[in-house]
Each structure stands twice: as C-alpha cells, then as structure tokens.
C-alpha cells in the first residue's frame, strides 16, 4: 500500500497506520480527487501547507461500515493528512452519505469542486424562483472543476449560461457541450475596467477572484446576485462598492471548508437531482495516485480541464 507525502519532498511512501489521523470512524478510501488546493499543496505552497508532513487530498471518497461516504474540507489535505492514502479516520458527523446514484468514481469526480459548485449554484437558484426568464448566468473559470460543474448544474436547471474561459477556441465546443449557451473571452474581463459597467448579467458565479471579479460584479443587474468560491487569479479584489450600493447587488462568500452539515446534505441532493451521469463521466479522467503529482502540476499550467479522479489503489 502507498501513500502520497509530503514532507521536505513529494514523494509515494509506505502507507503508515498513523497517515489515517484521529476521528471516531474509520474510512476505507478508495478515490480522493484533483482540486486547486490539492495541486498548490503538491507544490508546497505554504498559503496551503499548514504542516508537515502532511498527505494531501481534500476529499475522501469510500466506505464506512459498508456504506458509501465522502467527506470533503474539514482540513483534510491542509491542517491534517488527507485522502491520498487508503485509510482515513474522521469524526462521524464530518461523513457525507454518497447518494445512491453516483459510483464511488462520480462521487470523487463531484469532490470538492463539484460540491463547492453546487453550494453556488443552490444560492443562484433560490435568487430567481425562474431560471428560465432570470436572464444569463456567467460562470467564470468555466473549464475547472468548479467552473465546469456549475455550467452544467445551472444549465440543467434551465439557466442561460455564459461561459468565461481564457482559451475559447480549444474549449468552446467542450463548454457548449456542458450546457453553455455563450462562450466569454476572458481577456474582456482581464484589465481594470469601469466601477459600473452595462447590466448584462442576471448572477456570476466565480471562481476566479481578483480582476475578473471585479469586472463581473460592475455587470451584474439591479437586483442580481454574485458568488464567490476561489482564488485562481488571486485573492485580491480591485473592485467598489458602487454594485452593490447602486444596483443593489448581493456578494455571497462559498465556504467548502467548513460548511454547515445542513448546507452540505442540500449541495448534495442538487446534485443527484440535476447532474447527468453521461456529462460527469465525459468531463472526468481517472489517474493512479502515483500521478497526481504530473497532473497537479498541469492543472496549475492551465492545461487540464473538468475533474481529475485519483484512484488511490491504483
């Protein structure tokens, strides 16, 4: 048995008995999944690496008494050891049953990402009671992991969603196969724009931060609603207040993290309402966890998109 570390270096080791960490129920894990901070944390980012060694994975996908679980966030991968390893204990209100319809591959392929997504998509949807006549939705990031989920997710509930990506032409087709009905060139949102802008959009749904964000957040609509869940472009935010206190629109921050059980078990039940399966598996690769590291650096290269499974007894 092998487990991801990282210690002075990032390197497969023999899997330890104490890799597993304290909790009152003990997981046998059989996928964990690629995020953002999952690669940042292979790279030995100390805005991420809270201590070492430390295993890495945000999410743990397996069993529990013969029950399918994931547990995702709870400082796994960040303040304690993570899911790249085959056994994992945690406290028993932490485990998330995987509903019934999702494989242990979908769960993980969901991850982080997935769920963080749909914690969004859930404040959108109870914003605008009709989706179809909200008017459009831009998801920026649209190609990782958040990103793509959420374009299918809103979507699939019958929103008009606009895709931002930095590489149009390569992912378009790909994007429009995920539901969106427009593709945005990043490089609109990419420079210091105006505090106010036309009212184009009805809610954002961003994963990106900084400039980007700035500049969606100066076109959203009176009334209109924006999330924010990531950092990709950086945690600064280079905006003002004239949004919000002209058109009256709403900021709401997306904790994965350390998100009520509540607001986990209804992030959950949307997406085993919503996604489509064949969708999911399309825009998921499975990879050993001997590879995460080869595919944590090209995610953070700009070079992977959809989610990335670890099979971690690969």
Request: glycine fraction near 12%; charged fraction near 20%; aromatic fraction near 4%.
């Amino acid at each position: 048995m092998s487990t991801l570390l990282l210690d002075s270096t990032l390197e497969l080791v023999n899997t330890r008995e104490e890799f597993a960490g304290e909790g009152d129920c003990l997981v046998e894990v059989s996928h964990s999944s690629l995020n953002f901070k999952d690669a940042k944390v292979m790279r030995g980012d100390k805005d991420v690496v809270r201590t070492r060694p430390l295993v890495p994975g945000i999410d743990v996908v397996g069993t529990h008494e013969g029950q399918l679980v994931t547990i995702n966030g709870h400082g796994l991968g960040e303040f304690r050891h993570g899911g790249y390893t085959e056994q994992v204990r945690v406290n028993a209100d932490q485990i998330i049953p995987v509903p019934e319809r999702f494989s242990a591959q979908q769960a993980a392929a969901i991850g982080t990402a997935g769920y963080t997504a749909a914690l969004s998509v859930v404040e959108i949807a109870e914003h605008y009671a009709d989706p179809a006549s909200a008017g459009p939705v831009l998801v920026t990031g649209a190609t990782g992991g958040v990103g793509s989920v959420a374009t299918h997710l809103l979507s699939q509930l019958g929103f008009e969603v606009h895709a931002l990506t930095g590489r149009a032409a390569e992912h378009g087709e790909w994007l429009r196969g995920l539901g969106a009905a427009e593709i945005v060139d990043r490089a609109e949102f990419a420079e210091a724009g105006k505090p106010l802008a036309k009212g184009t959009y009805a809610a954002v749904l961003d994963a990106v931060g900084s400039t980007v964000l700035a500049n969606a957040l100066a076109r959203v609509r009176y009334g209109g609603i924006a999330t924010a869940c990531g950092l990709a472009g950086g945690a600064d935010l280079p905006a003002t207040v004239l949004p919000f206190i002209l058109r009256g629109v709403r900021l709401v921050g997306i904790d994965s993290v350390q998100a009520p059980r509540e607001q986990r078990l209804k992030a959950w039940s949307l997406l085993s309402d919503t996604i489509d399966l064949q969708v999911l598996d399309g825009l998921t690769e499975v990879v050993p966890l001997a590879q995460a590291p080869k595919v944590g650096a090209e995610l953070l290269a700009g070079q992977r998109r959809g989610r990335t499974v670890i099979d971690v007894r690969a």
